[in-house]
């Protein structure tokens, strides 16, 4: 009994090493070739938003932008080949430094403390911050009025330093349009930005709810950030010299920044969701859809070799399933996605994007179903087991024949939550680089602002696959219900 107790038990440590191998094996390489006259790698892994108008974006599926078309550019008259890794801000810093990718290029503006820890080429564009308040707000005319006051801002950026420096209170956000809202709801009472973002997004929106009422006397010069001692600077910053000498660098400011530049968009709400609805689709189709499928089939392997651990009679085996679930438990989903993908790598050990989701969601799963699994089977009464054992069963038979169907239909409600829950937790794994239905949606809306309107297509998607699981659990439980002992 305890042999068989035993062997299930390592089941869960046996698949989770199994999936997590398979990871190391269909992960990306780490090391790129490297182009010896420039320093740089043949394939330049370029960390950008693409979520930040005008600077990086996607129009029509495809990623453009200021920064965007100047690494392009570079890339080309370097002779390497430029790999664009979207990436979100927050994360961007974190990607370099566990080498996911080589370079950033998102507006990045140069300070001691960015110079000190990074290889910062030479600025490539100069601009200065402007204060935004309500249109109606007239008591706020500077940054020195900024003092005792709710700025929202993106917590690492500059811009949230020049705000706090003024006496602000900062509120955090992740987007411009995340804190135009909340300035015109009345929730905060400025926002301190760049000047050609901010007039990029008035320009695109016509949002009169809002205006700038004075600039910044600091300067923001833009930079690429790369990771310190990478060797890649000397070749770049030759190349913008030669750029800004021939013009071309000029030609690409004029084109996003200069007067022919500055067209309100006239697209509408409905049109987008049309545009969009297809892309949204297939980044269902093929990411979402398989992620939540392989991460909770593996999860839910793993959930029953925990379970049998925990109710297990050797101690070592149950404190260490103990264990386990209070880690999993006890620290968010969101924590535990960001450890696989950027912690680990600094270890030694590296994921590809999707298969680092597909670990850290599985180990969610893991760790709230085993306790499911558990109590379903504790809730078959003791008499089961005991009718079982007196005609002749054993315990790997008692529990595959008696216990675990009757087991299984107490633990379908509960496990249908935690399925329909993951689908919606798959739009998480955007932050680690996953093209899924989120992402797709943010991208799509990141040009014209137009999030609310995608934001509900996206909702739509989620509630008809968790409208469809739901329908599945029904008809499952009605299966099943005829294991139940009358």
């Given at each position: 009994m305890h042999k068989f107790r035993l062997s299930a038990a390592r089941l869960g440590a046996v698949l989770a090493t199994l999936f997590l191998i398979g990871g190391v094996l269909l992960a990306p390489s780490a090391h790129a070739a490297t182009d010896q006259s420039s320093?740089?790698?043949k394939t330049l892994r370029v960390g950008t938003e693409g979520v930040y108008p005008p600077f990086s974006y996607r129009a029509s599926g495809k990623l453009t932008g200021y920064d965007v078309d100047l690494i392009t550019q570079l890339g080309k008259r370097l002779g390497v080949k430029v790999q664009f890794v979207q990436t979100p801000w927050d994360s961007m810093f974190s990607a370099l430094q566990a080498k996911r990718i080589d370079l950033v290029a998102n507006e990045v503006t140069a300070n001691p403390e960015r110079k000190a820890k990074y290889d910062l080429s030479a600025p490539y564009i100069t601009t200065t911050g402007v204060v935004v308040v309500k249109s109606s707000n007239d008591s706020i005319k500077g940054l020195k009025d900024l003092k005792g006051k709710k700025a929202a801002e993106n917590t690492t950026s500059n811009w949230a330093a020049?705000?706090?420096?003024?006496?602000?209170?900062?509120?955090?956000?992740?987007?411009?349009?995340?804190?135009?809202?909340?300035?015109?709801?009345?929730?905060?009472d400025a926002m301190v930005n760049d000047q050609l973002a901010v007039k990029n997004y008035l320009n695109t929106t016509g949002n009169k709810g809002v205006k700038i009422v004075a600039t910044t006397d600091d300067k923001s010069e833009s930079v690429f950030a790369a990771r310190k001692g990478s060797g890649y600077m000397p070749a770049i910053n030759k190349e913008i010299a030669a750029m800004r000498a021939d013009g071309s660098l000029q030609k690409i400011y004029d084109k996003y920044f200069g007067a022919k530049s500055e067209k309100k968009s006239t697209t509408s709400d409905w049109q987008l969701v049309k545009d969009n609805a297809w892309p949204m689709l297939k980044a269902t189709l093929k990411t979402t859809i398989p992620l939540t499928a392989?991460?909770?089939?593996?999860?839910?392997?793993?959930?029953?070799?925990?379970a049998l651990m925990r109710r297990s009679t050797v101690l070592v085996l149950s404190w260490l399933a103990r264990v386990y679930i209070s880690i999993i438990r006890g620290t968010p989903l969101l924590v535990q996605l960001v450890i696989v993908f950027y912690a680990l790598p600094q270890a030694g050990v590296k994921f590809s994007s999707f298969w680092s989701a597909v670990i850290a969601l599985s180990l969610n799963v893991g760790g709230y179903g085993a306790e499911v699994v558990r109590s379903a089977i504790s809730s078959v009464p003791k008499g089961q087991w005991e009718a079982a054992e007196t005609i002749g069963m054993r315990y790997r038979t008692s529990l595959r024949r008696i216990v675990l169907p009757q087991a299984a239909r107490i633990a379908v409600p509960p496990l249908g939550n935690t399925l329909v829950s993951l689908v919606k937790d798959t739009s998480l794994t955007s932050l680690i680089l996953v093209p899924e239905l989120f992402q797709k949606a943010q991208d799509a809306a990141a040009p014209t602002y137009s999030y609310l309107a995608l934001y509900c297509a996206a909702a739509v998607y989620y509630w008809v696959i968790c409208f469809g699981l739901n329908a599945v659990q029904g008809r499952l439980e009605t299966r099943l219900n005829r294991y139940v002992a009358l």
């Open positions: 320093g740089l790698p020049t705000a706090k420096k003024a006496g602000a209170q900062v509120v955090s956000v992740t987007a411009m349009d995340k804190a135009v809202s909340a300035l015109t709801q009345g929730r905060v392989i991460s909770f089939v593996l999860g839910l392997l793993l959930a029953v070799g925990i």
